[in-house]
């Protein structure tokens, strides 16, 4: 993103002829080239979004492995050693490789659709992102695949991951592919941060955006805050390890409770980092299909932040039973119970928007307002954890692990499916069916509560987490057997959804422009969107640019007349705060640098793996190469004056 | 570009904007949650240090750290204090801006038109919120003994 020039832009309409110029300007080469060279958001989006879904299927299979150790006492078809590795790695897959970044995916395709923009702010930062996750994901199951995968659960716990009680390559694997992660997260974030704040279309003031821009806006804003502390931790946890330092080990004064501080101050608002942005699909989408807008805009808005606010100040709750003073916890319990507070506000606005609504009850209706029952279990069982006392009796019993799969299922794949269902003819042109929906929807929806209603059970009933198997007598049999059932049950749901997708990808109902009648930018564009995303800057005049008419608004965006913008690769910087128009910015060509860069980083950190010197430094003088190559001045962006005026 | 800009947005979001100075505006919507935050943050510390120094544990607060429990109280006023002024900003920004655009308070809770008053809406919400929030800190202070856990 650079400031192109001081021009005025001129004002115009929709021409086949801007229209042709703007495909040229825009459209990306094909081939090998153009595959590792494209910037484009939408590629870019969608790429994260087949990336982490894969990854969500290969965590999903993990999961149905150990359902199938724990159907049953006794069994041996794991042994404990290989079920370390294969809850650890499901978490750690769920968590890191498909829930933050499947997010990332929608919000990488649809924010600069549904903002009236036609790139993110950075568009080769984007791919740089995108890349470095694919890398990280790749790292981490090199070490999986080759028997080093973590073995300590997602959260990784100090002292068991020290050498001492865990000398295999296994903690390495996890810590330096856990700091590779922490890079794209990282630039991501900053990017989508700027793009929030640059490029929103003319109008679009901050009380007049989709709360998809909330969601994930105050997710990345925690992100940039949080993530840091994470890939510290992990990369003393690495030193700890490798070159005898004593962070975390507590013959020698170190701290094992600094590790998990450090850990949880990442990872509680991390977890809302991970159901905020799915909770802005549901804030508008749901809507849409309720045929009336959102029920208390501003307070959905104030809670999303309000959330995330306090999600900082809550991460001791997961350290209750670590012997911290009563006093000190107090205040996170406190924290953790009014949270609560926040997160009813939405939910009563969700129940009021249908109350008040014409609901139209397709497949993606059925996901959203699942998602509100999810949620009030998930939230009800959290609440009930934040309760000092009573988190004593509950901690580290499948309790908790019912308590997760609530939340993180039920206010993310849940939304993140509905989403599936609502985008997927932005993204391809052609609608899934319906029919086929219904039997995804039901199947998952049914499978999920089999699965882990009962779970709550098993816990309250004393089933630890993290063991391998059990004894025929301790009364947890049928339970466990329920909750097996449960989990194939949404296995053939999600099969259900890949056939669907394949199906209608193929010959699914040709979509058009707006086939739910919906309010947002995305949908004034054709399906799926041409490069350059808006043959004219839109300026918006109110929440519902599309549906001003039908809700008798005194104003009118203007769709049909804005600026052309069609001098070269362009588009528009707006003010933070109102969007008012500043200036008109230069978007960057495709180039392979950032892919060039994430193999150098790639290169170094296998050499850090291995511990090959030689390695390292080819990764570095890669990495450095790249850098320079990309950043390196150019006149054409202004980067720097001409030589002779 | 702004002097050239042949654009002009028929409906401008913010026309009481020059009612709300930038730093109020943003004093009105942080000071209150970053109050809390420090009094958590600071609070735990100061509530554990005389006690669980390290990794040992004594029943009464250790000789030479009396003072972290007054130290506590005062800082525990002075969040509140914060959060009390932070809200008496957003209270007059609210006055000032409220009628931003034409409809009633409940059309600003249902639409949010008006950026101003949207903004200055959020300060009086979260600035009420985290006094609350920062006062009841108060209650742990006087319920639980120094030293449990």
């Known amino acids: 993103m650079n400031r192109a020039d001081d021009r005025a832009p001129a004002l115009g309409t929709v021409s086949p002829g801007l229209e042709h110029r703007l495909h040229e300007l825009w459209e990306g080469e094909g081939g090998l080239k153009g595959f590792l060279s494209t910037v484009d958001h939408k590629k870019i989006g969608l790429r994260y979004i087949v990336t982490a879904f894969t990854f969500l299927l290969l965590g999903g299979i993990e999961a149905l492995i150990m359902r199938l150790q724990l159907a049953g006492p006794n069994a041996h078809l794991l042994s404990p050693e290989q079920y370390d590795q294969l809850f650890s790695t499901h978490g750690m897959t769920m968590i890191f490789l498909y829930a933050s970044p499947i997010l990332s995916g929608f919000s990488n395709y649809l924010w600069p659709l549904i903002l009236g923009t036609r790139d993110m702010a950075f568009p080769r930062v984007n791919a740089l992102s995108y890349w470095i996750y694919l890398a990280s994901g790749i790292f981490l199951y090199v070490g999986f695949l080759t028997g080093n995968g973590p073995n300590d659960g997602w959260f990784n716990y100090v002292p068991y991951a020290l050498r001492d009680f865990n000398p295999g390559m296994n903690q390495d694997f996890y810590s330096l592919g856990m700091v590779l992660l922490g890079t794209s997260t990282t630039v991501g974030a900053a990017n989508f941060i700027v793009t929030a704040m640059r490029t929103r279309a003319p109008g679009m003031s901050i009380n007049r955006a989709p709360m998809l821009l909330w969601g994930t806006l105050t997710a990345n ?204 003819p932005k993204m391809t042109g052609r609608l899934l069916d319906e029919r086929l929906g219904r039997w995804n929807f039901w199947l998952i929806f049914i499978g999920f509560n089999l699965a882990f209603l009962p ?142 860069l994430t193999l150098g980083l790639a290169l170094l950190f296998t050499g850090m793996i291995l511990k090959v010197w030689l390695l390292m430094l080819a990764g570095a003088l890669v990495l450095t190469a790249s850098l320079l190559v990309w950043l390196w001045p150019r006149r054409e962006l202004r980067e720097r004056e001409p030589a002779h005026g | 570009m702004n002097a050239e800009a042949p654009l002009s947005l028929s409906h401008p979001p913010a026309p009481r904007a020059e009612c709300a100075g930038r730093g109020q505006m943003a004093f009105a919507i942080i000071a209150g949650p ?116």
């Not at chain 1, 003393?236 to 101050?265: C, K, M, S």
């Not at chain 1, 009930?384 to 799969?405: E, G, I, N, R």
């Not at chain 2, 009094?39 to 120094?53: E, R, T």
Request: glycine share 8%; aromatic share 14%.
């Open chain 1, 221 to 424: 804003v925690a992100n940039l805050l949080v993530v840091p502390a994470v890939s510290l931790a992990f990369f003393l946890l690495w030193l700890d390890r490798q070159f005898g330092t004593h962070f975390f080990d507590v013959r020698a004064e170190g701290q094992p409770l600094l590790w998990q501080h450090l850990f949880w101050i990442f990872g509680h608002p991390w977890v809302y980092a991970i159901v905020l942005p799915a909770m802005a699909f549901v804030s508008d989408a749901l809507p849409v299909f309720c045929r009336r807008p959102l029920v208390g805009y501003p307070l959905v808005a104030l809670s999303t932040v309000a959330t995330m606010v306090l999600g900082f100040g809550v991460w001791v709750h997961h350290m209750f039973a670590t012997g911290l003073p009563a006093l000190g916890m107090s205040f996170f319990s406190a924290a953790s119970i009014a949270i609560v507070v926040p997160s009813s506000v939405t939910i009563f606005s969700w129940l009021a928007t249908i109350w008040h609504g014409r609901p139209v009850v397709t497949t993606a209706f059925m996901f959203f307002a699942s998602t509100i029952i999810l949620f009030v279990i998930g939230g009800v069982s959290g609440f009930m954890t934040a309760s000092v006392p009573v988190d004593w009796q509950l901690t580290d019993t499948y309790f908790v692990v019912a308590h997760l799969h609530y939340v993180l299922i039920g206010i993310n794949l849940f939304p993140v499916l509905g989403a599936i269902y609502f985008w997927f």
């Open chain 1, 455 to 596: 779970m709550h059970l098993t816990g309250l009933f004393g089933m630890p987490r993290r063991v391998y198997t059990y004894g025929p007598d301790m009364g947890w049999n049928t339970l466990n057997l329920i909750t097996s059932v449960g989990s194939f049950v949404i296995a053939i749901g999600v099969v259900l959804l890949l056939v669907n997708v394949v199906k209608s990808r193929r010959s699914g109902a040709l979509a058009g422009p707006n086939p739910w009648g919906a309010h947002t930018l995305e949908w004034s564009i054709p399906s799926p969107p041409p490069p350059y995303n808006f043959a004219l800057i839109p300026a918006v005049a109110s929440r519902h640019p599309l549906w001003e008419a039908e809700l008798h608004e005194e104003v009118r965006s203007s769709l049909d007349r804005g600026l052309m913008l069609d001098k070269g690769k362009e588009t528009l910087g707006t003010t933070p705060l109102d969007a008012l128009p500043d200036m008109i910015l230069r978007m960057p060509e495709d180039t392979v640098a950032p892919f060039v």
């Open chain 2, 34 to 149: 970053l109050a809390w935050f420090v009094l958590v943050c600071a609070g735990q510390a100061l509530a554990s240090q005389p006690c669980f120094p390290g990794g040992h544990r004594y029943p009464q607060p250790l000789p030479g750290l009396h003072w972290t429990w007054p130290a506590l109280i005062a800082l525990l006023a002075l969040c509140v204090l914060v959060a009390f002024a932070a809200l008496i900003v957003a209270w007059r920004l609210y006055q000032a801006t409220r009628t931003e655009e034409a409809g009633r308070d409940s059309g600003l809770l249902d639409e949010g038109v008006g950026r101003t008053r949207f903004m200055a809406l959020w300060g009086l919400l979260y600035s009420a919120g985290f006094c609350v929030a920062t006062l009841f800190s108060l209650a742990p202070y006087l319920a639980l003994p120094r030293c449990a856990g």
